[in-house]
């Protein structure tokens, strides 16, 4: 575990998939991320690439031939170096170097950047294309955190509050069968927690900067400007309508295969194009309070 940290942050980054294992508040002695209890979900804040959520049949198709890739790829499963360090910053690098081209065809140069500013922790990311034609891809954030996070509290007492981005309209989507279909125009949304918001899955928006998850003055804010898509999940159970201890507030560029996908690749809604030897950056920010 890599530990950085500053007057009122310390968080722990493993480096297997650069993932956020923990975040401790040092002024309100909170600690905020999902604890990865395997019971519910083992994972605390994956990074998605090359895909953001599932394609159909775990398939899709370039230049004539078929790949099969599991939901959210494979990045969040591979063995990062750290790149360099200092105190309150840490930088992961992967190379793909041949090692997935059984699954996804192209070479690339990951970079995966934390730095805490104050009480805030910011999360970049770098994709380099190192190949001699364009890469498709797509990358997310899937940061879980806990909720409740205080003792005696209740789910019911928590709310999300969802910020549009400025002068672009709002999307919503929701899912079919794990595939995206859209379902109209989103204003400013103010959303009381419950389990059955989850019943169909995730909750999913476009267009969307800044998505608050607090109870009185404490929680998280996940500030992600310019970024297409947005998912907010919690894993369901059927058998009693209760959801896991955490919520995922998810910034992507990238999601699901629509109902109606063709599998190109090249088409794949939200697909982000990379010539070659170019560098996609990215940066989103999780504040705690």
């Excluded at 379902?183 to 019943?199: E, P, T």
């Amino acid at each position: 575990m890599i530990i950085i940290e500053n007057n009122w942050l310390e968080a722990g980054i493993s480096l297997h998939g650069a993932e956020v294992r923990e975040v401790k508040h040092k002024k309100n002695g909170l600690s905020y991320m999902w604890t990865g209890d395997e019971r519910y979900w083992g994972r605390v804040s994956p990074v998605l690439f090359p895909i953001v959520g599932r394609l159909k049949k775990d398939q899709y198709q370039l230049e004539s031939k078929t790949y099969s890739m599991k939901q959210h790829g494979f990045l969040r499963d591979v063995e990062f170096e750290v790149a360099e360090q200092k105190a309150d910053e840490v930088s992961f690098v992967f190379h793909s170097e041949g090692k997935f081209t059984d699954i996804y065809p192209y070479e690339f140069r990951a970079v995966i950047h934390y730095e805490l500013k104050e009480d805030s922790l910011m999360i970049g990311w770098e994709i380099t294309n190192v190949n001699n034609d364009e890469m498709y891809f797509s990358i997310g954030g899937h940061p879980a955190f806990r909720v409740p996070l205080l003792e005696g509290e209740s789910l019911e007492e928590y709310r999300l509050t969802l910020n549009p981005a400025k002068n672009k309209a709002a999307k919503e989507y929701e899912l079919k069968d794990s595939f995206i279909q859209e379902k109209g125009v989103s204003g400013h949304k103010s959303i009381k927690l419950a389990a059955s918001l989850f019943k169909n899955d995730a909750l999913i928006y476009g267009n969307i900067d800044l998505v608050t998850l607090e109870s009185g003055n404490h929680g998280v804010e996940v500030t992600m400007k310019d970024f297409p898509f947005a998912g907010i999940w919690s894993k369901y159970n059927k058998q009693d309508g209760t959801i896991a201890p955490f919520i995922c507030i998810e910034p992507w560029y990238g999601i699901a295969d629509t109902v109606n996908t063709t599998g190109n690749l090249k088409e794949k809604f939200g697909i982000n194009k990379l010539e070659p030897g170019g560098t996609f950056r990215s940066e989103y920010g999780i504040r705690f309070k």
